[in-house]
């Protein structure tokens, strides 16, 4: 069974840093195309980066020069790290496995608050 | 940047009603369409992939319509389960986008 648990998410000034991860199990992250995916509250969904199999990745304008995806193979385990956050990146952000370019499993999310 | 549009907003319908939403791309995105489901305080869920083709253990009563910029995602016969906000997203181009989303609501 595929399953993947987001954790790091929390409270973080503006400008700070955080970094979410993505342990995924019943599969391997590696020979998929992984992504974050982000839901502001009340508001729809929003895709911000991708990595494909090959180490290509890719993001959204409004996030791309401040965040960055990456993996850990030999964890099975995706991450994104986030560089001067702002309020608006506040969001649930979740971990998303994407199969022939469609999202077909989900994780729980984790929830992102920039405030001071 | 491709812009997904979804009409209506929001649906009040009654159980056993049909229920139609749209989604317009805003150029050709040929078949790459997908449609997702999301219940209040639930993770977004697969439903329907490359337009038409049902996703493994979806309910016969979803199902997807449409090529190039206009599709169609009709709930035949709703259930009260069925209550949630229903998106659509396309890979066709990166950036991949989603439409703004449409809640539906039980009468």
């Known amino acids: 069974e595929v399953q993947l648990v987001e954790s790091g998410g929390g409270l973080i000034q503006p400008g700070g840093s955080l970094r979410l991860s993505c342990a995924a199990s019943?599969?391997?992250?590696?020979?998929?195309?992984m992504n974050w995916v982000r839901q502001a509250p009340g508001k729809g969904l929003e895709w911000v980066s991708v990595?494909?199999?090959?180490?290509?990745?890719y993001y959204a304008d409004s996030v791309r020069g401040r965040f960055t995806i990456s993996r850990d193979n030999s964890k099975n385990t995706l991450f994104l790290q986030m560089n001067s956050l702002r309020a608006e990146d506040t969001a649930v952000y979740y971990c998303?496995?994407?199969?022939?370019?469609?999202?077909?499993?989900w994780g729980q999310g984790t929830l992102v608050t920039v405030s001071s | 940047e491709i812009v997904l549009t979804q009409s209506p907003d929001f649906q009040s319908v009654t159980p056993k009603e049909k229920v139609t939403i749209t989604c317009r791309a805003s150029?050709?995105?040929?078949?790459?369409l997908h449609w997702y489901q999301q219940k209040p305080d639930q993770s977004p869920k697969l439903l329907i992939k490359?337009?038409?083709q049902s996703f493994s253990g979806v309910p016969s009563r979803f199902s997807g319509s449409g090529s190039g910029t206009d599709f169609t995602l009709t709930i035949n016969s709703l259930e009260a389960e069925d209550a949630a906000t229903y998106y659509c997203?396309?890979?066709?181009?990166?950036?991949?986008?989603f439409g703004q989303g449409t809640k539906v609501e039980i009468k």
């Open positions: 998303v496995r994407g199969s022939n370019y469609y999202f077909d499993s």
């Open positions: 019943g599969f391997i992250v590696s020979n998929s195309y």
């Open positions: 990595v494909y199999s090959g180490g290509s990745t």
């Open positions: 150029q050709s995105i040929a078949n790459t």
């Open positions: 490359y337009a038409s």
């Open positions: 997203h396309q890979s066709g181009t990166l950036p991949w986008t």
